[in-house]
T-cell receptor
């Protein structure tokens, strides 16, 4: 079975600092996609960043970047220059390449404090 | 574009009651999905649809039904509400299987007592 594990239920970081959220996954597939979604208190799910498994280069979106280690099946999210608006639940998600179904981890609650 | 809209935002049901959660998207997306999110958990797929007239079960379909008569609408039906169905329900859509992103609605918080 394909699973996604986020081992950090809660994290906190001071404004302007850097924080890394961990995610590991289990699959026998070679073609797949990985995502980080942000869920602020408003509940709206917002895509933060995505990574295609066939790409060796780590994805980057402004202050957000990933460390994708395919052999280790690890997909961590780094948030640089943390802002108060980054306070949210962050979900790691996996999608096999032959389907459009997303498999979510249990989430990490990130608190950014002044 | 309004994106993905869901109604109602909140609802309290008594055990055994029925209701329909509405979901509409105006992006002409082929694929639509229903997820539930239990407290402290990630989202789990209930049902999905790859186009009008086609639906399929996800990971947790028991106690739910769906229909897809149009591209825009994908309602989720609860026939006999049970406390175990207390959750937040999210509808999402995406253009095609090749599309990377699923766009989510704002969610419906349902409590069954």
């Amino acid at each position: 079975a394909q699973t996604v594990t986020q081992s950090q239920p809660e994290m906190s970081v001071q404004e302007a600092e850097t924080v890394t959220l961990s995610c590991t996954y289990d699959t026998s597939e070679n073609n797949y996609y990985l995502f980080w979604y942000k869920q602020p208190p408003s509940r709206q799910m917002i895509l933060v960043i995505r990574q295609e498994a066939y790409k060796q280069q780590n994805a980057t979106e402004n202050r957000f970047s990933v460390n994708f280690q395919k052999a280790a099946k690890s997909f961590s999210l780094k948030i640089s220059d943390s802002q108060l608006g980054d306070t949210a639940m962050y979900f790691c998600a996996f999608r096999p390449g032959n389907t459009d179904k997303l498999i979510f981890g249990t989430g990490t609650r990130l608190q950014v404090f002044p | 574009n309004a994106g993905v809209t869901q109604t109602p935002k909140f609802r309290i049901l008594k055990i055994g009651q029925s209701m329909t959660l509405q979901c509409t998207q105006d992006m002409n997306h082929n694929y639509m999905y229903w997820y539930r999110q239990d407290p402290g958990m990630g989202l789990k797929l209930i049902y999905y649809s790859v186009g009008a007239g086609i639906t399929d079960k996800g990971e947790v379909p028991n106690g739910y039904n769906v229909s897809r008569s149009t591209t825009e609408d994908f309602p989720l039906r609860l026939e006999l509400a049970a406390p175990s169905q207390t959750s937040v329900y999210f509808c999402a859509s995406s253009y095609s299987q090749a599309s990377y992103e699923q766009y989510f609605g704002p969610g419906t918080r349902l409590t069954v007592t």
